[in-house]
């Protein structure tokens, strides 16, 4: 079982920048594969960004392409959201989730089996 915590969440005007942060207990991090996912108000939770195993395979939503980068340090247990050119849009909870026991990245919720408590995230215009 692997336990994630998020930090990094915050207030920012439309256009700057934030870095989140997720930090994970357990041996089998550098194995599983991880990702982003966020949830604002009144909508479902929906995918940001995945990266497998080894942060050489990564995948992005289309509203966050060429804006947000995902990234991960198998040593430290951590993996990594930079967040640029933040639109008001992107207001949400941003969780971070690991898959239990695959490499491989994916971009459907239901694959993930671990999940952060999540961190807040508000972009004003």
């Known amino acids: 079982q692997v336990q994630l915590v998020e930090s990094g969440g915050g207030l920012v005007q439309a256009g700057g920048s934030l870095r989140l942060s997720c930090a994970a207990s357990?041996?089998?991090?550098?194995?599983?594969?991880m990702a982003w996912f966020r949830k604002a108000p009144g909508k479902e939770r929906e995918f940001v960004a995945t990266?497998?195993?080894?942060?050489?395979?990564?995948s992005y939503a289309d509203s966050v392409k060429g804006r947000f980068t995902i990234s991960r340090d198998n040593a430290k247990n951590t993996m990594s959201l930079q967040m640029n050119s933040l639109k008001p849009e992107d207001t949400a909870v941003y969780y971070c989730?690991?898959?239990?026991?695959?490499?491989?990245?994916?971009?459907?919720?239901?694959?993930?089996?671990?999940w952060g408590q999540g961190t807040q995230v508000t972009v004003s215009s």
């Open positions: 989730a690991s898959r239990r026991t695959s490499s491989a990245s994916s971009d459907r919720d239901q694959d993930y089996g671990n």
């Open positions: 990266i497998d195993w080894s942060g050489g395979i990564t």
């Open positions: 357990g041996r089998t991090f550098g194995t599983l594969a």
